[in-house]
């Protein structure tokens, strides 16, 4: 049994002296390095630049639409009594401008006679 101990040892020793010395033999030899490529050198072409003036004309034709409509409806009965302008399509109004004023006497006159 201790014959056989010795051998595994002396080839285990073996293995590794071969793998020493193959490592030394590789490390030993020399890598051709590859050529860099060369870089080519970019073409730029220049152009003077002139401040002018450019006039710009788009001609289009289509179908314009309002960006925001608003449903107007009655929430009190009464008489119409005064408009600040004609209601059809494309009026404009300033902002916080009386529209329309609804009379409304008697409406109130109906709501106090239900409340007493």
């Not at 071969?18 to 590859?34: F, K, N």
């Not at 490529?37 to 289509?62: D, E, L």
């Amino acid at each position: 049994m201790k014959a056989r101990q010795i051998i595994i040892s002396l080839v285990g020793i073996g293995i590794i002296a071969l793998a020493m010395w193959y490592s030394g033999v590789l490390a030993a030899t020399e890598r051709p390095i590859p050529p860099k490529a060369k870089r080519a050198t970019p073409t730029v072409f220049v152009q003077t630049v002139k401040n002018q003036n450019t006039s710009i004309t788009v001609s289009a034709s289509g179908t314009l639409e309002a960006r925001d409509q608003v449903d107007l409806f009655s929430e009190v009965q009464g008489l119409f009594d005064y408009s600040s302008g004609s209601f059809k399509p494309g009026t404009y109004y300033k902002k916080g401008s009386i529209l329309l004023r609804v009379n409304s006497d008697e409406a109130r006159a109906t709501l106090r006679s239900q409340k007493s």
